[in-house]
């Protein structure tokens, strides 16, 4: 009875997995090896010999890397103090440090839709452009 009450509760998490991991991937794939009239073709795919296409690509990959290293900075140092703190405020903690993380992915978000651009941008004068290219 048990195990099945552990199934029923992993189905939110798969839904979510499908919806945000399977879904946008297949997406990406149909449309790197379709062209604009649905015919299979590897003209998308080739395309990033194209400098401005490569430029852009190794732009994304360096901000990932560093992304990454950021993160495995600052979670590894985390991850241990969590394991030590045995008290009932480790959730309270995770939180402290997951906020910042997500005010910051919302703030980008008004670059993409000029009518939402965050108060945090206009009051730091970032420039929206600045931030996508």
Known sequence: MRNL????????????????ILLPTLMILYYAFTSTSGDISLLNVTSITFSVHFKSLMLSLKLA???TVICLILSYP????????????Q?????IFILPISC?????GGCF?????SSTQRLVSLDCQDLIF
């Open 91 to 95: 959730g309270l903690v995770v939180f």
């Open 113 to 117: 839709y000029p009518t939402t651009a």
């Open 78 to 89: 985390l991850a241990m103090i969590l394991n030590n703190l045995k008290t009932k405020s």
């Open 5 to 20: 009450k552990r199934q029923f509760l992993a189905g939110p998490y798969i839904l979510w997995m499908a919806g945000f």
């Open 65 to 67: 890397l560093i992304c």
């Open 104 to 108: 910051s992915a919302s703030s980008h």
